[in-house]
């Protein structure tokens, strides 16, 4: 854990923290669905549900299990840039769309914050280290 500074790992596991509460809201409804899903809703469901797992991981592995917190940067990104944006753009959009909007857009800002940029570029493209 030397590679990072106790601070950044402490924001990194309240991050998962907080990630890990607020999905694991979703494992009741598979638990407690009837029926049959639709696929799409299916997918977004178990997503939600094992990303929670994942991120109580974090908390205890903070650095190990920094992919997922850049899985969690992407899909919000894309959310807001592909679904978001449209539904706003078009008027279209409801009182939950502008929910999930707002919510997507703070966390992909958090999330940009929260993540060690140089030590992602370095571990996973190999950047070089920067000498002083």
Do not use: C
Not at 10 to 15: A, D, K, T, V
Not at 28 to 44: E, I, K, N, Q, Y
Not at 99 to 128: H, R
């Amino acid at each position: 854990m030397s590679e990072l500074h106790i601070i950044r790992v402490s924001l990194m596991r309240i991050l998962y923290f907080l990630t890990f509460i607020t999905l694991v809201t979703w494992w009741p409804r598979l638990f407690s669905h009837d029926g049959t899903w639709d696929p799409l809703t299916g997918v977004g469901i178990s997503f939600y549900a094992v990303a929670s797992i994942l991120a109580l991981v974090g908390i205890a592995y903070p650095i190990q299990m920094i992919p997922l917190l850049l899985i969690q940067l992407l899909y919000k990104a894309t959310w807001v840039l592909f679904v978001g944006l449209p539904i706003t753009s078009s008027g279209a959009e409801s009182a939950f769309a502008e929910e999930l909007m707002i919510a997507n857009s703070v966390g992909v800002v958090i999330d940009l914050l929260v993540i060690p940029w140089f030590f992602v570029f370095k571990k996973y493209f190999g950047l070089p280290k920067l000498k002083p």
